[in-house]
């Protein structure tokens, strides 16, 4: 990989949070086509996803679930680390209202490889804290 800044990280990082959160959908599968490679793949909880077709309906039904209904935010901590081609850092779905708002309700450690353009290849979520039980 070439090169990467600092401010080559933080774009990407806000890049990758801002598209969990993107309600137009040519808007997301555009963010999407910038962020990962064609043959990007994200693991999630023994899920994988893989292409940009595969990768729109993931981010699609994550804000479908999470963020449309107006229960979550989607954040990051951050705290971004970088070696050569990894990016790593957390992200958290937080209350949006209610007694518990701006209360973490899940997070992730966010791996990514990124390729030569800085486009991810392989995108690993390890939740660090899970849902709470509905």
């Known amino acids: 990989m ?3 800044t ?3 990280v933080d774009q990407i990082v806000q890049r990758y949070v801002a598209v969990w959160s993107e309600p137009d959908a040519t ?3 555009l963010a999407v086509a910038e962020l990962w490679a064609r043959d990007g793949v994200e693991f999630v909880e023994g899920a994988q996803f893989r292409g940009h077709d595969g990768l729109v309906d993931r981010v699609a039904e994550a804000y479908g679930l999470f963020v449309a209904s ?4 989607i954040t990051d901590d951050k705290h971004v680390t970088v070696h050569d081609d990894i990016v790593m850092f957390t992200v958290r779905l937080t209350y949006a209202k209610g007694p518990q708002a701006a209360e973490v309700a899940w997070a992730a450690r966010v791996f990514l490889v990124l390729d ?3 486009r991810i290849v392989q995108d690993y979520h390890l939740t660090v804290q899970p849902l ?3």
């Not at 107006?70 to 935010?73: F, L």
């Open 2 to 4: 070439p090169q990467t």
């Open 6 to 8: 600092a401010t080559d």
């Open 27 to 29: 808007a997301r599968r």
């Open 70 to 73: 107006g229960e979550y935010h």
């Open 116 to 118: 030569d353009d800085g």
């Open 132 to 134: 709470p039980e509905a």
